[in-house]
């Protein structure tokens, strides 16, 4: 077996943020993904929002599960924290962590078999509880690794390689996020990187549990004329309601309004993400309004991309449960068994 590992030289004039990190410094291993994969250009996406939003990479805690897109973290922030789980585990795992440990960004990568298959109830109670992450599904439509049989996010009618045609209805991920109470809910698409790193950049300053789909074309067994998720296809359908930029913080913020065009939301952090509207009509804090219109789009053949809805007053699970301030991995004993005073204490409270 040949190992290829990455150089670590670089041109010692390479671009670096205020952190003193290159883009390099984000990077991980070579990918062994198949020539032209989509998720390679998810992967080159991550990379970029990490190093323009200057996040330092020993913060950043990256959880998956199995398949291609679990692969992933792997090719991207490799001086950061890393775990794979197993199939479908990862919202768990990363639940986990992040009551351990709240001071880390946490970015969970899983793909359609991982999420909505196997995995598809771990997917829905992270999101429900409020996770503080950032969840990112590189959704192909197919099982890759067992040689291209449709997944559960793949459209009824659409045809694999082969020819055969799925007769049951797809999963739509976005929808189901909606309804679950996900307070940062978007699509993308692997061939707009434009689209995709604000994207990505807006969910990891986001607070609360922040959900990306995106359409990730399988160059070997899903990127054929009668398939809903080949980048032919989703090129020809693709309906973007918005842009998006981020403006950090630390950043003079300067917005150059145009009535009804561009819709500044400034979240908790003091990030303020300006949203270049290009469906006038299309009102992204508005939960309901946004699932009908995903499902009106839907029913014309239409893919809707964008930020598709985001609460910026969001809170997140420490919130909800009142955790104390100091990650839980840092109490000692005297923290954690307070003694019989505060027991018997509590143990009045209740009678």
Not at 133 to 139: A, F, H, P, S
Not at 300 to 312: C, Y
Not at 321 to 331: D, F, G, K, R, Y
């Amino acid at each position: 077996m040949t190992f290829i590992t990455k150089p670590k030289l670089h041109h010692p004039q390479l671009a670096a943020n205020s952190l003193g990190y290159t883009r390099r410094d984000y990077e991980g291993s070579v990918s062994t993904l198949c020539a032209g994969c989509g998720h390679d250009s998810i992967s080159a996406a991550i990379i970029q929002a990490c190093y323009e939003l200057e996040l330092p990479p020993h913060r950043i805690a990256k959880l998956s599960g199995i398949g291609c897109s679990s692969k992933t973290p792997d090719y991207f922030l490799g001086n950061s924290h890393g775990f794979n789980t197993v199939h479908g585990r990862m919202p768990s795992v990363l639940t986990g962590a992040n009551l351990a440990n709240r001071d880390l960004i946490y970015l969970g990568v899983s793909g359609d078999g991982d999420s909505a298959s196997i995995g598809f109830g771990q997917f829905a109670h992270s999101v429900r509880r409020g996770v503080n992450m950032t969840y990112i599904v590189e959704n192909n439509g197919v099982y890759g690794l067992t040689k291209g049989q449709f997944s559960a996010t793949s459209d009824k009618g659409s045809k694999s390689k082969r020819g055969v045609v799925n007769t049951d209805a797809g999963i739509d991920l976005v929808s189901v996020a909606l309804q679950l109470g996900a307070t940062f809910v978007a699509r993308s698409f692997s061939g707009d990187k434009a689209q995709l790193v604000p994207l990505i950049k807006a969910a990891l300053a986001h607070r609360g549990s922040a959900f990306i789909d995106c359409l990730s074309p399988c160059v070997q067994f899903n990127n054929h004329a009668g398939s809903t998720k080949s980048f032919d296809y989703v090129r020809e359908h693709n309906e973007a309601v918005n842009r998006m930029d981020v403006v950090p913080p630390r950043a003079p913020i300067h917005i150059d309004y145009a009535p009804g065009a561009t819709l500044a939301v400034t979240q908790h952090d003091g990030s303020v993400l300006q949203l270049h509207k290009l469906s006038e009509h299309y009102d992204p804090t508005d939960r309901i309004a946004a699932m009908g219109f995903l499902a009106e789009r839907q029913a014309a053949g239409e893919i809707v991309t964008g930020l598709l809805f985001v609460d910026p007053e969001a809170e997140d699970l420490h919130e909800a449960i009142s955790t104390v301030e100091a990650p839980l991995n840092t109490l000692g004993t005297r923290d954690l068994v307070p003694g019989g005073a505060a027991l018997a204490k509590i143990n009045e409270s209740l009678r």
